[in-house]
Structures are given as structure tokens and as C-alpha cells.
């Protein structure tokens, strides 16, 4: 036997790679420090003792918003929130962003009274003041805000309205946070919660435009259309003030249909610092693909999608491309008199992703008014309910939608059906399926005289020959 006494064992832990990046930090092999930053973190996701080294290699990599977006994600967790404010504050002055270097380090000053950093930020930004305590509610609100955009843009909705939510109570009396949760709340469809604060908001300011704004989707979302269309047309009168009220009733125009004038408000702010903000490229797609223009549209959308790292968005063509699917292919399955169809048209409902974001009202209400044996398929397809019969029929379909047989289209797939109800019936097994999905196909080209053999099905279903002709057997003695 050998002897291994001699052989050093690494343990490949957070502490490995963390040590190892912070020799290529020292090294300034950064990209070469970033990926084993990575892994440390892997290993340890909310460790104070990496995440801000792991921060600046970012930088040094030219990633400064995921380099904030990790620290972001610290300070909403509640983990160390006064350090990564520092830390912020740091990024910003190495990123020269001299305002949000000052309001996130002047949050840092707020919670450890660090007057050293105050005075050092003082003289470093030459910023003069009358009042501290304005300031500070100013930074206060500005870092409120700003990492709830953060969290808004990125589709954490719940993550946005817990966030607000525990904020203290004269930030909760702002209207600009008031605002930003009543639209958390609005997205979230918590549409009671959400009218409260805005009725609130406009006792007060008739004209607020962020309060109109969300009050006016509100109304819309929840097909209140005589209110909405009053809100429409007191927004339609609006005039902006500045580029963020642009930007909002811009933005919302375009949600409601209104191109043209969303457009107005918007395309003048690409040459302003809302040019980085993803969401309006997201709206100026819909405005250029509404209006005609496919290519303008094309490329903001990729504008939109190289400044988010997640979304749950369909560009207007992939819409376009999937309201056609329904309208032209499934829906006219759900109306068939024959009861199999409409349990293919099912089937090929349960295929399209992200459905639920542009299915028709008069699609829901034919799904809701169908028999109770494709209500029952409903359930098993979408509620993951568990039936031992449905669940044959609709594992072959996926069994010929998933081969080359597809392409004979919708009388393949009933005439499956049809066969495997003749299987249940006559209490065949059905612990199987791959050799009876092979008969019933071969059977069914057999009948279009379409040239096909015994060894296509073997290959194309991974059955032997004697499973097939088992299959083919019982189906011909039923």
C-alpha cells in the first residue's frame, strides 16, 4: 500500500476561494478574482467578510451595477445595512456619481454619527446646507426610493411592497413613498390597499400626477371604465413639470394604448439620464411596434433587456406571435362540438408559455364553461392534480408532440384519444404507454397510406418489436 501521509488534502470551502480572489486582488488579476469570488459566495451567499471585496474586483471589472446590486440585495435582507451604506457611498465616489456617493454615505453618518465622514463628505463635495435635518430626510428618501426601483424593475414585487412597508412612519407619510407603495401594491393586485393610499394622496393634491397615474391603472385593471375613462381623460390634460413626471405619465400612456402621446413625452428623454432606465426602453418598444416601426422597436428592446438581469416580459411581436396561437389554433379547438378536440386544444394551451399575460377574457370564459370531463383535464394540466386515466391520454400526447409525428397535426393526436379510451375501457393496463402510442400512430398512417414501418415506430417510441405488436394486437381486437 501506498503511503499518503505526505499528501496536503485542500478543502475547497468559502475560505479557500476567498482567500485565493484576495490574492488575485493584490495581484489586480481581477476577472481571475471575480469568478473565485463567485464561488466563495456560492458557498456562503451573505457573508459580510466577502461580499464588499467581492464589490470592488466588480468595478475594477467595470460591472458597477451588479457590483450595487449585491450590496442592495444586503441592505433589504436587513444584513449589515449601515456598512454596505458606506460602502456605497465608497462606490459611487469610484464610479464618480457624486450625488449618490453623498445621500448613501450621509446615510451611513445618520445611523453611527461617523461626523468624521460627514465633515471629510462636506469638503469633498463642497455641499452647502441650511438645515441637517432636511438633508438627511432628503438622503433618507432618495435611498428609499432608489432601492425600491431596484427591487420594482427586477419583478420582486412582494419583495418592493415588504421593503416600503418597513419603513418608519414619517417616510411612510411622503407622498412620493406613498405613491411608490400604492403602485407596489397595484402590481401586486392588492387593488383595495392600494385605492386607499391614493384616494389619501388626492383629498390632498387633486393634480398629483404620480397619484393619477396609478389611480387611472387601477381603474383599468380592475374594468372600472367609467371612473377609468374620466382618470384618461384628466391625464390626457396633464403637462409634465420636469422628466421624471415625463417619464411616469409616458410610461403609462403607453401601457394604455396611447403611442402616439406616450411617445412625445418619452423620446425626448433618450437624450437625458432616463436614457439608462430599462423601463422606458420597454415602453418605446410597444410605442415603435404599435406604430409600425418592427426595427425601432427590435432595438430598444434589446436596450431593455441588456439593463435588467430578470424579467417576466413578452416583447409586442412575441404577444402578437402568441395571441395568433390562441386565436387561430386553440381557440377554434375549445369550440369543437367533438369533445376530443377540445382536450387537444387544452393540451396545446398548457405549451404556450407565459399564457396567463395575454389570454382573451372570451378565452377564460370558454375554459370556465366547458364540460366537467375537460374541466377535469384543466385541473390535472395547470392544478397538477393527479388522475390515472387522463394522465394516459395526456402522456402520449406528449409522446407524439415530442416526435417527428407531430407534424400530421391535430387528427394524430385525436385519434390517440380515441385509442386510448378504447384501452381504458377494455381495463387495459396503462402502467405503460410508449408501445401503445407506437400502435395507435403506426395504425393511424397505415390508414392514410402513408409509408411507414414497424421499425420507424420501434426506433422513433424505444419499444421492442414484440411490445408493438402486443400494442397493435389489443387496439385491432377491441
Not at 393586485?189 to 387633486?206: F, Q, T, V, W
Not at 389554433?329 to 404556450?352: A, S, T
Amino acid at each position: 500500500m501506498d503511503d499518503n501521509s505526505n499528501i496536503i488534502h485542500v478543502k475547497f470551502d468559502k475560505d479557500f476561494y476567498y482567500h485565493k480572489a484576495m490574492e488575485k486582488m493584490r495581484e489586480q488579476n481581477y476577472a481571475y478574482a471575480e469568478s473565485l469570488f463567485e464561488k466563495a459566495l456560492e458557498l456562503s451567499p451573505d457573508d459580510f467578510v466577502i461580499i464588499p471585496p467581492y464589490a470592488e474586483c466588480l468595478v475594477e471589472c467595470n460591472k458597477n451595477i451588479k457590483a450595487e446590486e449585491l450590496m442592495y440585495d444586503q441592505i433589504v435582507k436587513e444584513q449589515f445595512v449601515s456598512d454596505y451604506y458606506f460602502y456605497l457611498s465608497q462606490l459611487f465616489m469610484k464610479t464618480n456619481e457624486p450625488n449618490k456617493a453623498f445621500l448613501f454615505g450621509l446615510m451611513y453618518v445618520v445611523i453611527e454619527d461617523d461626523q468624521d465622514y460627514f465633515d471629510e463628505m462636506i469638503q469633498m463635495f463642497e455641499v452647502s446646507y441650511s438645515d441637517q435635518t432636511i438633508v438627511e430626510e432628503e438622503a433618507e428618501k432618495f435611498v428609499i426610493q432608489h432601492i425600491f426601483q431596484y427591487l420594482f424593475s427586477h419583478g420582486r414585487l412582494n419583495e418592493s411592497v415588504t421593503y416600503i412597508e418597513r419603513q418608519r412612519k414619517e417616510m411612510l407619510e411622503d407622498k412620493h413613498i406613498m405613491n411608490l407603495q400604492a403602485m407596489a401594491l397595484l402590481y401586486n393586485g392588492k387593488y383595495a390597499d392600494a385605492e386607499h393610499i391614493l384616494k389619501s394622496i388626492l383629498d390632498e393634491n387633486p393634480s398629483d400626477i404620480y397619484a393619477l397615474c396609478h389611480m387611472t391603472l387601477l381603474l383599468y385593471n380592475t374594468e372600472q371604465m367609467e371612473r377609468f375613462n374620466h382618470y384618461l381623460s384628466r391625464l390626457s390634460k396633464l403637462h409634465p413639470i420636469n422628466d421624471e413626471e415625463s417619464f411616469k405619465l409616458g410610461v403609462v400612456l403607453s401601457y394604455l394604448s396611447k403611442y402616439e402621446a406616450s411617445n412625445q413625452l418619452l423620446v425626448p428623454l433618450l437624450k437625458k439620464t432616463q436614457a439608462n432606465m430599462p423601463q422606458l426602453h420597454h415602453s418605446l418598444s410597444y410605442n415603435y411596434y404599435n406604430l409600425g416601426y418592427e426595427d425601432e422597436a427590435k432595438k430598444h428592446w434589446q436596450k431593455f433587456e441588456s439593463g435588467i438581469q430578470y424579467h417576466n416580459q413578452l416583447s409586442p411581436w412575441k404577444i402578437d406571435e402568441i395571441k395568433n396561437t390562441l386565436d387561430s389554433h386553440i381557440l377554434p379547438l375549445l369550440k369543437n362540438e367533438d369533445y376530443r378536440y377540445r382536450i387537444y386544444g387544452i393540451f396545446l394551451l398548457g405549451k404556450v408559455k407565459q399564457r396567463e399575460l395575454v389570454m382573451s377574457q372570451d378565452l377564460w370564459e370558454i375554459l370556465e364553461n366547458l364540460p366537467d370531463y375537460e374541466r377535469l383535464y384543466i385541473t390535472y394540466k395547470f392544478q397538477d392534480l393527479h388522475l390515472n386515466k387522463l394522465g394516459f391520454i395526456d402522456k402520449g400526447m406528449n409522446l407524439i408532440n415530442e416526435s417527428v409525428y407531430q407534424k400530421y397535426g391535430k387528427e394524430l393526436f385525436v385519434a390517440w384519444i380515441e385509442h386510448a379510451e378504447m384501452l381504458i375501457a377494455d381495463n387495459q393496463s396503462i402502467e405503460e404507454i410508449e408501445h401503445y402510442v407506437a400502435a395507435s400512430v403506426y395504425i393511424y398512417l397505415k390508414m392514410l397510406n402513408i409509408k411507414v414501418s414497424k421499425k420507424d415506430m420501434q426506433k422513433t417510441f424505444d419499444i421492442s418489436l414484440y411490445r408493438l405488436n402486443k400494442a397493435l394486437h389489443a387496439l385491432v381486437s377491441i
